[in-house]
């Protein structure tokens, strides 16, 4: 049974029992509206809601979404919930989101535990709520509150929800609280539905759409719920349903609703693979190598997941700098209130950074994180070998280099795996897990079982130069440069990629992580690079003027104080200089050109990864490019973006490019296999 209800003393319990998470599908709903007729035949005094295991109700089913609605619908049954002579208290403890929340919003009475949250997401999922959320809402917290947490979608822990009076009261334990409540005290309780919406106000209403139109542009959920919250102001509850329920069910049937469940799923869908079936290497201590940007991102990242860390430095300047590093990401966490004092004084007491490597002895996992330099990071390995255990997993951080290569100089190439993270470390949430060679199953898990307790997405992936997502990048920005010397800017090109759902474009993002770490990686690249391929130098020539981004004031764009960008007619003259040095013709490209050919590209490259076995599946490219590189989640990734334009289209038009540059634009044969069997990128998989 989804819902389970028994009678006690003239007191219902009814809960929700639909692992994992109670989401509310159809035999929830029946079993919900079942319940209610129940205590109502019964004339209980009330009834208490709850959720069984961790969850009172995480939402919806959205596998449901892609089918007809199923009766009984839950804004009728949350209807029968809201309009019951028997009055409802909800227990919560756990998570109470989307449906889940419209649900507790319908009782009588909401009673939290400490650590739950209760919020509508909605949003996230391209739709609104539909079970009434839009109108309750602002009926229990006001405009404000409700516009906030709708249209961002954000949740609200206990004691939030406390504070802004969307539930009654925090207790340890809230069902017994809910046996507790003075049934005359319940009684005066008004049902929500009998509250009367708050007045309108126009300046909040703009407020929200401006707020909206910063944080998430082009997206249609968001305004959508402004619009329905709105328009139930000035009319009565039922008559408002009716308005929101037809958006919901618009909304939900979307291209960018459908887009965001693929993420969704595909998120969830992110684990170790179940062909290794190895234990893993004991994760309570772990070593970094390099106290940087990047490594300090990483030990803070383990010190969050409760695990020890420590630094290891070349020398007392680097252990110096390693300290200030961590230190001031703990005191960042502080300031932002995502740690308390107590937890970064454990951070503190769980860190250290040495040269001395034996401060690591008993590490069964050591990360390099170090210069991006083979001879560099052989090296380091060796020093590692001879520090830790024999059977201790070493990783490493590298954003290019041939995992295989590192591998060869150990005596047991398997205990090598990649982890490659992003910058900053902390905070993006994709891991690449790159498997040479001869790694072996326990490596691989490894990486898996601590990319789970650091709560990011795991992605698998083989061994080539920039692995899935730097591989990606490297065309994108050629094909970037290509249309910038052929006949574009680069504020011409970040536009047309910001129009596409980019928070920033290839140019402005290069200014800010440096022109000088691309220079580096061309000038590794020089002795393998193909000499047919077609080569833009007007990034060298920044780097010879200097112009190195952001740090030095400018680079694509020019800096001239604070954080304002202004176009750099410099730039646009280096373009049209080479050019003409190529005895190029240059273009005049319109920025759907420009999203075209640099999609494409993206696109085409990502086919080669996915056919050559690197990225096993189109799935896992595209939590790569939204995750890693900031694809617009709305889109779905890049890979169900292809599916949405089809393999026989792209085919087509990645011929008539290849007549210009029969290299760079060479159609990939899994695109060409897709498009002669009809087959999308989704259900494609590598050559065998």
């Not at 209980?44 to 009766?71: C, H, M, N, W, Y």
């Not at 990401?329 to 970064?344: Q, V």
Request: glycine share 8%.
């Amino acid at each position: 049974m989804s819902v389970t209800k028994r009678n006690e003393a003239d007191v219902g319990y009814v809960e929700i029992d639909n692992p994992p998470v109670n989401a509310i599908g159809q035999s929830v709903r029946q079993g919900l509206l079942e319940a209610v007729r129940w205590a109502e035949e019964l004339h209980l005094t009330r009834v208490i809601l709850s959720g069984k295991g961790r969850a009172f109700a995480a939402g919806a089913d959205a596998r449901e979404f892609d089918q007809a609605p199923l009766e009984p619908h839950l804004p009728d049954v949350l209807n029968a919930i809201d309009e019951s002579f028997v009055p409802w208290i909800a227990a919560i403890d756990g998570v109470a989101l989307g449906g889940g929340a419209e649900v507790a919003m319908a009782c009588r009475m909401r009673i939290m535990s400490p650590g739950s949250q209760i919020g509508l997401p909605e949003v996230t999922l391209g739709v609104i709520p539909g079970a009434g959320g839009t109108q309750r809402l602002p009926r229990l917290v006001g405009l404000a509150k409700a516009l906030d947490m709708i249209s961002l979608g954000k949740p609200l822990t206990a004691a939030q929800a406390l504070a802004t009076k969307l539930t009654h009261t925090v207790e340890d334990h809230p069902l017994e609280e809910a046996y507790m409540v003075n049934t005359e005290e319940l009684g005066c309780i008004v049902p929500t539905w009998e509250l009367p919406a708050p007045e309108h106000d126009a300046s909040l209403i703009t407020q929200a759409r401006a707020t909206i139109a910063k944080k998430s542009p082009q997206q249609i959920a968001p305004v959508q719920a402004i619009d329905v919250i709105e328009a139930g102001l000035s009319i009565p509850f039922h008559e408002a349903l009716p308005i929101e329920r037809a958006a919901f069910l618009e909304l939900k049937t979307g291209d960018q609703a459908r887009a965001l469940r693929h993420i969704f799923f595909a998120e969830r869908a992110a684990k170790m693979p179940d062909s290794i079936k190895a234990e893993t290497v004991e994760l309570d201590h772990i070593a970094v190598v390099g106290g940087g940007t990047m490594g300090a991102g990483i030990a803070y990242a383990l010190l969050n997941a409760g695990l020890r860390a420590t630094i290891l430095e070349t020398d007392a300047d680097g252990v110096a700098r390693a300290k200030t590093n961590v230190e001031a990401l703990i005191s960042a966490g502080l300031k932002r209130g995502l740690i308390t004092e107590e937890r970064a004084q454990g951070h503190r007491d769980r860190f250290v950074a040495s040269t001395d490597y034996a401060q690591a002895g008993d590490a069964m996992l050591a990360i390099e994180a170090a210069f991006e330099s083979m001879d560099v990071k052989k090296d380091v390995f060796a020093k590692l070998v001879d520090a830790l255990p024999k059977d201790a997993i070493l990783a490493s951080n590298t954003s290019y280099l041939d995992i295989n290569e590192l591998a060869a100089t150990l005596s047991d190439p398997s205990r090598v795996v990649g982890l490659h993270f992003f910058a900053p470390a902390h905070i993006m949430k994709l891991l690449e897990i790159v498997r040479g060679a001869q790694t072996s199953d326990t490596a691989l898990a490894t990486g898996f079982a601590l990319g789970k307790k650091l709560r990011k997405i795991p992605v698998l992936a083989g061994v080539c130069d920039g692995f899935i997502g730097n591989r990606i990048l490297a065309r994108y920005r050629e094909a970037a440069d290509t249309v910038f010397m052929d006949g574009s800017t680069p504020w011409e090109v970040d536009e047309a990629m910001e129009m596409f759902g980019y928070a920033m474009g290839p140019y402005e993002a290069q200014d800010l992580s440096g022109l000088d770490i691309a220079h580096a990686n061309r000038r590794r690249q020089d002795a393998t690079r193909d000499p047919n391929r077609r080569y833009i130098p007007i990034a060298d020539r920044m780097v010879e003027l200097g112009k190195l981004g952001r740090k030095t004031g400018a680079g694509w764009y020019r800096y001239p104080g604070g954080n304002g960008k202004v176009d750099d007619p410099i730039v646009a003259d280096l373009a049209i200089e080479e050019s003409h040095l190529a005895k190029r013709d240059r273009t005049d490209y319109k920025a759907e050109e420009i999203k075209e050919r640099l999609l494409l590209a993206m696109i085409n490259e990502a086919a080669d990864i996915l056919d050559e076995g690197i990225a096993q599946n189109a799935r896992d490219i595209d939590l790569v490019t939204v995750f890693g590189y900031g694809f617009p989640r709305w889109r779905g990734g890049l890979m169900h973006y292809a599916d949405t334009l089809g393999a026989q289209a792209m085919v087509t038009r990645l011929r008539e490019l290849s007549q210009e540059d029969p290299v760079a634009w060479k159609v990939s044969p899994l695109l060409e296999r897709c498009a002669d069997s009809g087959t999308k990128l989704a259900d494609a998989r590598p050559r065998s």
